[in-house]
């Protein structure tokens, strides 16, 4: 079993900054892509940013140039730091890992629980 803890959300005023952290832990052979998703009140989840362990990156084109996703492999742990923050940006934003437990077990999803961000004057 993996645990995937969030920290960092809030209430940021527009052209704020907040930097998002998600650490997993348990019983980790391998993390694969880490990444981070947001749902907005009466919207459908969305892929924010994701991070392949070689340190590839993928962006939504909403946040290109203002969000940028890293990720420490020692920590098991990946970040968005989320600039210009724009009050559409408002969401819960939801961090994943693909995990392989196991040398031989298959790959598979873990999610945080979420973390409100909330960009409001």
């Known amino acids: 079993q993996v645990q995937l803890v969030e920290s960092g959300g809030g209430l940021v005023q527009p052209g704020g900054s907040l930097r998002l952290s998600c650490a997993a832990s348990?019983?980790?052979?391998?993390?694969?892509?880490m990444g981070w998703y947001r749902q907005a009140p009466g919207k459908q989840r969305e892929l924010v940013a994701l991070?392949?362990?070689?340190?590839?990156?993928n962006y939504a084109d909403s946040v290109k140039g203002r969000f940028t996703i890293s990720r420490d492999n020692a920590k098991n742990t990946v970040y968005l730091q989320m600039n210009s923050l724009k009050p559409e940006d408002t969401a819960v934003f939801y961090c994943?890992?693909?995990?392989?437990?196991?040398?031989?077990?298959?790959?598979?999803?873990?999610w945080g629980q979420g973390t409100q961000v909330t960009v409001s004057s």
């Open positions: 991070i392949t362990s070689g340190g590839g990156t």
């Open positions: 994943y890992a693909d995990v392989q437990y196991l040398a031989s077990s298959p790959i598979l999803r873990s």
């Open positions: 348990g019983s980790i052979f391998s993390l694969y892509v």
